[in-house]
Nanobody
Framework: EVQLQASGGGSVQAGGSLRLSCVAT????????AGWFRQVPGKAREGVSA????????YYKDFVKDRFTVSCDSAKSTVFLQMNNMKPEDTAVYTC?????????????WGQGTQVTVSS
C-alpha cells in the first residue's frame, strides 16, 4: 500500500523558515515524479514545486522561486520542501504527491496536508 506522510508545518513570522517532509512507504521516489501543492480555504489548489528524484530536475512556480527549495534524500524515500523568507501569502495547507513516472497525474498518490501559517 502506498502512503505519503507529510509533516513539518507550523506557524512562523514573515521572513522565517520551515522545512516540510514527505515520507513515502510503498514506493520509491526515484521511480516517481513528486512535488507539493498548497490550498487556501475557498481557493483552488495550486502547484508549488516539483522534482524528479531520479535526475534531480526541479520546477518552481514563480511565486516561490528563490525562496523555496525542493529536494530528495539519498534513499529517495523522502521529499523535502525548504521554505525560506516566508510571506503571509504562503499560508496554506501544503500537500505532497507522487506520480508514477510516465503516467502523469492519472495515478497520483496524495499525502495528507500539513498546515503552514505565516504571520506578518
Amino acid at each position: 500500500e502506498v502512503q505519503l506522510q507529510a509533516s513539518g508545518g507550523g506557524s512562523v513570522q514573515a521572513g522565517g523558515s520551515l522545512r516540510l517532509s514527505c515520507v513515502a512507504t510503498g514506493l520509491t521516489f526515484g521511480d516517481y515524479d513528486a512535488g507539493w501543492f498548497r490550498q487556501v480555504p475557498g481557493k483552488a489548489r495550486e502547484g508549488v514545486s516539483a522534482i524528479n528524484c531520479h535526475d534531480g530536475s526541479t520546477y518552481y512556480k514563480d511565486f516561490v522561486k528563490d525562496r523555496f527549495t525542493v529536494s530528495c534524500d539519498s534513499a529517495k524515500s523522502t521529499v523535502f520542501l525548504q521554505m525560506n523568507n516566508m510571506k503571509p501569502e504562503d499560508t496554506a495547507v501544503y500537500t505532497c504527491y507522487g506520480d508514477p513516472r510516465g503516467w502523469g497525474s492519472s495515478r497520483r498518490n496524495w499525502g495528507q496536508g500539513t498546515q503552514v501559517t505565516v504571520s506578518s
